[in-house]
T-cell receptor, first 109, second 112 residues
Framework: GESVGLHLPTLSVQEGDNSIINCAYS??????FIWYKQESGKGPQFIID?????DKRQGQRVTVLLNKTVKHLSLQIAATQPGDSAVYFC????????FGPGTRLSVLP | DTAVSQTPKYLVTQMGNDKSIKCEQN?????MYWYKQDSKKFLKIMFS???????INETVPNRFSPKSPDKAHLNLHINSLELGDSAVYFC???????????FGNGTRLTVT
């Protein structure tokens, strides 16, 4: 079936550096994508979304890039902070939400 | 607060028992979901209801039965619990396609 996957299962970055989390998807018909952040003991929280008619969208300290040609999605976090430590999921959001396996981001002091 | 709330947060029970997890959303969403998250953090959809009607039923054992008394509630009943049912179960809701899911904080089920 269709799947959404991540290139790196874990990512460690120094506090203050930028983080980039990558995601590959396989359904070329998908037109809506979302990034979620999951902290320990909590449910996934919405960070930012992007529709297929865009290739970039910016939020507060976060940017999502969409490359439909290679079916790749990335989340960039600027000036990574300790509070950014969490598991990050990309999701392909059709009728049936499909999540990638997640990337654990660890922020080093 | 507007939210998706599920109870209980923790559930420890023995094999063979029957248990229920409740979920309520006050966001006015029409569609509600149950997801199972395993120990490797993989999120897998189990069920989806739209306005009290089942629309998605993934390959889930018949021991799992969702019930939606109204569009704000989607409960999950599990019969004859097995060790492999141990996981975190998340309820979620959204307005419809092309809108984000809003998740509850999960129910950690431990079957001993």
């Amino acid at each position: 079936g269709e799947s959404v996957g991540l290139h790196l299962p874990t990512l460690s970055v120094q506090e203050g550096d930028n983080s980039i989390i990558n995601c590959a998807y396989s359904n070329s018909a998908s037109d809506y994508f979302i990034w979620y952040k999951q902290e320990s003991g909590k449910g996934p929280q919405f960070i930012i979304d992007i529709r297929s008619n865009m290739d970039k969208r910016q939020g507060q300290r976060v940017t999502v890039l969409l490359n439909k040609t290679v079916k790749h999605l990335s989340l960039q976090i600027a000036a990574t902070q300790p509070g950014d430590s969490a598991v990050y999921f990309c999701a392909e959001a059709g009728q049936n939400f499909v999540f990638g396996p997640g990337t654990r981001l660890s922020v080093l002091p | 607060d507007t939210a998706v709330s599920q109870t209980p947060k923790y559930l420890v029970t023995q094999m063979g028992n029957d248990k229920s997890i409740k979920c309520e959303q006050n966001l006015g969403h029409d569609t509600m979901y149950w997801y199972k998250q395993d120990s490797k953090k993989f999120l897998k959809i189990m069920f989806s209801y739209n306005n009290k009607e089942l629309i998605i039923n993934e390959t889930v054992p018949n021991r799992f039965s969702p019930k939606s008394p109204d569009k704000a509630h989607l409960n999950l009943h599990i019969n004859s619990l097995e060790l492999g049912d141990s996981a975190v179960y998340f309820c979620a809701s959204r307005y419809g396609d092309n809108s984000p899911l809003h998740f509850g904080n999960g129910t950690r089920l431990t079957v001993t």
